[in-house]
């Protein structure tokens, strides 16, 4: 069996492959800018007002729609509300002809975006959305197009051309269309009063959420896992402690709990280099620190990190303690990188 021929080809030299001039590629941003500040320039900002309190007022779900790249970007702006707390949802034009038209009650609308206003796809589900009661948007970039007259309200995108050089690859009518649907979107949510509270909880899972939600007791160790000794402790007797907890100290704390002070690794090697053989008689008491970080376990886990870096001194770990200075926990800066903070 023969070797396939490309295998045996060599790789193609470098001089052979075209290359883009810094001048040309210059001069693309620059036209899509232009571009780009026409619409700025040009919109409507009537409709674009009635736009946007109409989606506000909605009783129902606000279904966006479109095919092709103008999907795309339909779909990608019903997320960006559904990230705000705000019913929203996209509904293929094809699959909406085949069943999925059934999620569409009177109580909805239906945003359908389309450069030309000529889309057959959209063409076809209007007269079957009317049927359901939906109030129909159409978001258009040609002036008097088919959609726009079938729907209750239309909304015109002014488009000079698009920048590909047959203005025919639509990548500025859709960039036009996705500044336009996220700046209504941000609209939407400071109308809705959302809070940074409420964006976190829509976002759970990612950084954003977490650095809003977690508080220092959601991420802290407790309990077992502290690496506890007492003052009186000899600090060679307490190697153990130190090391095996994974937190690179020890609390020191005396009968009721209370947080006298900590002792790192770090302060092991110094008071080894300092004292040598000496060290076996040192209590953890005698060597520890006395005045550390602390932090409340309500604080918010963001702030203990801004904490644990903070100048002249940062440190790996906070002791966590009670407002009657009772050591309850410790957070550490590896747990917090961990926890996705």
Known sequence: MGSLPYLDSPPPSKQSLPLIDETTLLNLFKSQQNHINFFFNNIDHSQTLAFTNTLLNSAGTIFFSGVGKSGFVANKISQTLVSLGIRSAFLSPVDALHGDIGILTHRDVLVLFSKSGTTDE???????????????ISVTSVEGNV?????????????????????????????????FGDTVAIALMGARNLSKEDYASNHPAGKIGKSLIFKVKDVMKKQDDLPVCREADLIMDQLVELTSKGCGCLLVIDEEHHLIGTFTDGDLRRTLKACGEGIFKLTVGEMCNRNPKIIGPDAMAVDAMKKMEAPPSPVQFLPVISDDNILIGIVTLHGLVSAGL
């Open 122 to 136: 959209l063409l076809r589900l209007v007269p079957c959305a009317r049927a359901k009661g939906a109030y129909l």
């Open 147 to 179: 959609l726009a007259a079938n729907c209750d309200m239309n909304v015109h995108l002014p488009l000079e051309r698009e920048l590909c050089p047959f203005n025919l690859a639509p990548v500025t009518s859709t960039a036009i269309q996705m500044v």
